[in-house]
C-alpha cells in the first residue's frame, strides 16, 4: 500500500483514504484530536479553531464563548467576552457588561458604571459620582452625592459635608 492510502483486510487493492481519517502504511484510523485529516494526511488545526473531536475533515471555527489555541477549545469565563473565531478570552471592556461569555453590551444605565470585567451594571456608590458607564469618579471637596449620583451637590458654607447630605454647624 502507499503512505497515504489503505488497504482493507484481504484486499491487494489499495483505496483512497477518506477525509477525516488518517492512512499510514495501509492502516485506516480516525484522525486524532487537534488535527483534521484531507487525503490521509494530518494538518495541524490552525489557531481560532477547534479540532478538539477528532476524526474532522476540515477545521471547525471556534464557536462564540470559547478560545481555541493548538486545536484545543476552552469555555471563557464570566467578565470575558470571547467572539467567534477567538484565540484568548477578552476582559470585558470598561463601559461594557458582559453577563456571559458569548456576547457584551454597552453600559448605558444612568447613575451605573461598568468597570473592566463587569458581569453586571453597578450602582454609583455614596460619595461617587457617575457621569460615564466607564468609571465612578469621587465627588469634588465641598460637596456630596448620594447612591447612584449624575451630579454632585454643592453644599454652603458653614456646613459639615457627608457622604450623602451637607449638615448645618449651627
Known amino acids: 500500500c502507499l503512505a497515504t492510502k489503505w488497504c482493507p483486510t484481504k484486499s491487494t487493492i489499495s483505496q483512497t483514504c477518506p477525509d477525516g481519517f488518517l492512512c499510514i502504511g495501509g492502516i485506516k484510523q480516525r484522525c486524532p484530536p487537534k488535527y483534521y485529516c484531507i487525503g490521509g494526511q494530518k494538518i495541524q488545526c490552525t489557531d481560532g479553531f477547534d479540532c478538539s473531536a477528532g476524526g474532522l475533515s476540515h477545521q471547525v471555527e471556534c464557536p462564540v464563548g470559547s ?5 484545543s477549545r476552552l469555555l471563557c469565563t464570566y467578565g470575558s467576552y470571547c467572539p467567534k473565531g477567538t484565540i484568548n478570552s ?3 471592556p470598561l463601559g461594557y457588561i458582559c453577563p456571559s461569555p458569548e ?3 454597552k453600559c448605558e444605565t444612568p447613575g451605573h458604571y461598568c468597570p473592566r470585567g463587569s458581569t453586571n451594571t453597578e450602582m454609583c456608590p455614596v460619595g461617587f459620582v457617575c457621569t460615564s458607564p466607564s468609571f465612578a469618579q469621587l465627588a469634588p471637596i465641598g460637596s456630596y ?5 449624575l451630579v454632585s451637590k454643592t453644599c454652603q458654607i458653614a456646613t459639615n459635608v457627608s457622604t450623602t447630605n451637607c449638615q448645618n454647624t449651627s
Do not use: D
Not at 145 to 149: C, D, N, R, V, Y
Open 67 to 71: 478560545a481555541c489555541y493548538g486545536g
Open 90 to 92: 477578552t476582559t470585558c
Open 103 to 105: 456576547y457584551k453590551q
Open 145 to 149: 452625592a448620594p447612591i447612584g449620583s
